[in-house]
Every structure is written in structure tokens, then in C-alpha cells.
């Protein structure tokens, strides 16, 4: 029944991943 | 995202939690398939009646998961805890596994934030449910300190009102409309939060979704939430990620598609927010009781409180002579007895009136020192001489006693001869008298003859004679 592991398409960020994150 | 707060106060909620009530462990699970602007959307709304005792905040397949940037399926972290209800928690970094924001997972503080302005949702020691900014500061404190706390992104409901747009001049500058942090928020898309109800009941929040085909947007996800009661809440990690697992069993419809893309497959996430059993607080009642249905029953006469961590040697609380520990009171040097109430008997002193005085003439000394120069030596008895004293003090006891004897015998005697002879007098008496009276007609007084005698002289009868 194992479908396989997920492809984690389905992305919801809230930031940009290019983004750093730095204290300001 | 954009600020960084390391000490002070920030702005969040603190809620108290609801009244304890032995038994009510429970949860209600309510599953709902709702129009959102036409779009029909499922998820599911779980309550959990006593949070501090039946919500934990789990690592990623167990203890240890956020140091070794573990990533693993809801199903896999929740049957491992014996989780009742389970959702996928914060947010992580997809590539490395990272969790991300803040993490206290049953007591341990697993991933800190560093001060970082993303809404935070928490239980505090005393069973405080907390929600919205803190700083590090306050995530650190320790008088009360968080015994779950994790990180989410927007603050979604404060203190019963959409706190939306505050939230998002908070958690990143940056809110112009195209921007990606806006789209986050106005995006249809499978959605998970958590929050609290006004009674003080823990909130989790699941919808189905795929982004920007199918679910609902931060908005509606709140408004909703608004129509349930819900006082405060943050949003969670959402997309791929939301998951909802019943009984250790998948129990939603996760957006992301498996290797065969025919398929749809749970996401491995990071941290997992869990409903269980109740469990004490803290689960192993600080090894002082054992946990029944929730609750601590301690062990031995003297661990109190409902951790079991309390010493308590009743209200004389050792008489201020001592220190309570689990076997009893401790006393002092020169105190003794359960309640370290009495002072040590003469000749004996230190702690628990264990050590006999060592002072010459066999002299007593301080009950708390030791200290021989309490006393003068001069007052002090040789052996012999107390033992004579002592022998003379017996015999004189013994005299005295006899003598007192002796006397109240002989008071007693004579006080027996008196009544004796008293009523022998009054006896001998009543016999001359039969019953009756008699006159004594007076002799004489100062050797002359009465008046009646002399008009009566010779043998005139005197019928009252005797």
C-alpha cells in the first residue's frame, strides 16, 4: 500500500527561501 | 522575521487555565465540510478540555528530533507518543530538517528563536496559556517557565478580534500587497492553527487544501475560528504539510503528491501538536508518586502539591526547629521529637539529641553545642556523692512517710476514744430518762436554800422530785 514518499510539491512559505532571515 | 527582541515584555496574551476537574481529560473532535466563498473545504476542530495535562508539543519522531534535524510523518511521531489527535506543528526548513522558532517540548526547550518576532502559542507551568510575541527573555523565564511552547507564523485572532494586519507589520515590514508575505496570508491553501477557547480550552484547527487550488486563505481561516469561540490563536504550517491524524491513523487529505503522482502522500514535518491521555505534570510526578488518570498520588507522609513536589511536615512545620525532608522533620542541633518541639534531655545535645555531653562532674551542657560552660562545676556531683544524696534522699522519703502514718494513726485513735465515749455519755443518759423530762430543782445558791424549800419544809411531798 506504500505509495512512496512524499514530493513535498505543495509549498506555502511564508518568506522567500532566497531571503536571510537577519536581525536588523 | 524582521525584528529580533532579546529582553522586556512583548506583547502577547496570558489566559488562565480552566478549573481542574478529576476525570475531565477528555477532547471533542468536530468535522466540518464548509463553504468558503462557494469553495467547499473539510477539516476538523479539536477542543482538549485540560490542556496542560493532555497537549504536548513532540519532536520529530520522538525526544532528540529537532538536534538531529529529524523529519518524519504525523502518523509516525503521533503513535509513538499515543496521541489521540495529532497535526503537523511549526514551521521547518525543508532542506535540512531544521525546526524552526521556538520549541519547548514537555518541559525541554529543544529550538529557541533567538528573540525572533513570530506569534508563539504556549502553556506555562501553572497551566497559563499564552499567545502572541515574547521576547527571549520571557521564553527563558524560569519562576514559570513554558512546559510547551512552539512558533507559528501570523497572529491570527487576539483576544477575540482578527489580528491579521497588526500581525503583519509585526512579523515583517515589508507588507506591501505583492509581496510574498502577503500572499501567505491571502492565499487559498490547506491551513493548520492552534489557539484557545474563552473557557480556557485548547484549540487545534485542520482544513484540506492544496495552494491556490483548493482551502481557504488566513482571513477565512480566522472568521471561522471567530464562530467557534476561539479568544486567541496563530497560524501553523500550512500546504503540504497540513496533516490531521485520528488515532494514529491519517485522517486528511494531504496536497502533496507521492513518487507516483496518481497519489497523494503526508509530508514528513517537523514538530507535531498532540491531544493525549492526560498526563501529570510533570509525567513522572518528579519521582516522588505515581500517575493515576492524570493526577500525582504521592508517595510517603511528606511530598505534597500536585507534582509531588512540595515537602510538608504538617503545620507545625517542624517548629521552626528543623527542616523538613521526605522522611520527616530533620532537627536542629539541640531539638528533638517529630516535630523537633522538645529540647534534648540534660546530658545530651547535637542534632537529633544524638551525642551524650562530655563534661566533667557528669555536669549537663548545651542541648545545641556541646558547650560545657554552661553550668558551674561547683554545682556539679561526683558519681558517689549523687549516688549517696541520692540513697539519703530515698531513706528520708521513706522516714517521713512512716512518721505521717504513725501520726494521722494515732489522731485517728483518739478521735474514735472521744465519739466512743461521747456516745456511751449520751446513752447511759436516755437510759435514766425512758423517753421522758425531769426538773432539778436548784440546791441551793451561795449555801442558802431556795425560797420553795423554805415554805416547804420537812416531808411535804414533792410529786416532781426525783
Request: proline share 6%; net charge negative; hydrophobic share 30%.
Amino acid at each position: 500500500l506504500d505509495s512512496g514518499a512524499s514530493r513535498d510539491d505543495d509549498l506555502l512559505l511564508p518568506y522567500p527561501r532566497a531571503r536571510a532571515r537577519l536581525p536588523r | 522575521d524582521c525584528t529580533r527582541v532579546r529582553a522586556g515584555s512583548r506583547e502577547h496574551e496570558s489566559w488562565p487555565p480552566p478549573p481542574t476537574t478529576p476525570g475531565a481529560g477528555g477532547l471533542a473532535l468536530r468535522t466540518f465540510v464548509s463553504h468558503f466563498r462557494d469553495r467547499a473545504v473539510a477539516g476538523h476542530l479539536t477542543r482538549a478540555v485540560e490542556p496542560l495535562r493532555t497537549f504536548s508539543v513532540l519532536e520529530p519522531g520522538g525526544p532528540g528530533g529537532c538536534a538531529a534535524r529529524r523529519r518524519a510523518t504525523v502518523e509516525e511521531t503521533a503513535r509513538a507518543a499515543d496521541c489521540r489527535v495529532a497535526q503537523n506543528g511549526g514551521f521547518f526548513r525543508m532542506n535540512s530538517g531544521e525546526c524552526l522558532g521556538n520549541v519547548v517540548s514537555d518541559e525541554r526547550r529543544v529550538s529557541s528563536s533567538g528573540g525572533l518576532q513570530n506569534a508563539q502559542f504556549g502553556i506555562r507551568r501553572d497551566g497559563t496559556l499564552v499567545t502572541g510575541y515574547l521576547s527571549e527573555e520571557e521564553v527563558l523565564d524560569t519562576e514559570n517557565p513554558f512546559v510547551q511552547l512552539l512558533s507559528g507564523v501570523v497572529w491570527l485572532i487576539r483576544n477575540g478580534s482578527i489580528y491579521i494586519n497588526e500581525s503583519q507589520a509585526t512579523e515583517c515590514d515589508e507588507t506591501q500587497e505583492t509581496g510574498s508575505f502577503s500572499k501567505f496570508v491571502n492565499v487559498i491553501s490547506a491551513r493548520t492553527a492552534i489557539g484557545h477557547d474563552r473557557k480556557g480550552q485548547l484549540v487545534l484547527f485542520h482544513a484540506d487544501g492544496q495552494t491556490e487550488q483548493r482551502g481557504i486563505n488566513l482571513w477565512e481561516m480566522a472568521e471561522f475560528l471567530l464562530k467557534q469561540d476561539v479568544v486567541n490563536a496563530i497560524n501553523l504550517d500550512g500546504g503540504g504539510s497540513a496533516t490531521f491524524v485520528l488515532n494514529g491513523t491519517l485522517a486528511s487529505y494531504p496536497s502533496d503528491h507521492c513518487q507516483d503522482n496518481m497519489w497523494r502522500c503526508p509530508r514528513q514535518v517537523s514538530t507535531v501538536v498532540c491531544v493525549h491521555e492526560p498526563r501529570c505534570q510533570p509525567p513522572d510526578c518528579h519521582g516522588h508518586g505515581t500517575c493515576v488518570d492524570g493526577h500525582c498520588h504521592c508517595t510517603g507522609h511528606f511530598w505534597r502539591g500536585p507534582g509531588c513536589d512540595e515537602l510538608d511536615c504538617g503545620p507545625s512545620n517542624c517548629s521552626q526547629h528543623g527542616l523538613c525532608t521526605e522522611t520527616g522533620c530533620r532537627c536542629d542541633a539541640g531539638w528533638t521529637g517529630s516535630n523537633c518541639s522538645e529540647e534534648c534531655p540534660l546530658g545530651w545535645h547535637g542534632p537529633g539529641c544524638q551525642r551524650p555531653c562530655k563534661c566533667e562532674h557528669h555536669c549537663p551542657c548545651d542541648p545545641k553545642t556541646g558547650n560545657c560552660s554552661i553550668s558551674g562545676v561547683k554545682q556539679c556531683l561526683q558519681p558517689s556523692e549523687a549516688t549517696l544524696r541520692a540513697g539519703e534522699l530515698s531513706f528520708f522519703t521513706r522516714t517521713a512517710w512512716l512518721a505521717l502514718t504513725l501520726a494521722l494513726a494515732f489522731l485517728l485513735l483518739i478521735s474514735t476514744a472521744a465519739n466512743l465515749s461521747l456516745l456511751l455519755s449520751r446513752a447511759e443518759r436516755n437510759r435514766h430518762l425512758h423517753g421522758g423530762y425531769a426538773y432539778h430543782p436548784l440546791q441551793e445558791m451561795n449555801g442558802e436554800p431556795l425560797a420553795t424549800e423554805k415554805e416547804q419544809p420537812g416531808g411535804a411531798h414533792n410529786p416532781f422530785k426525783d
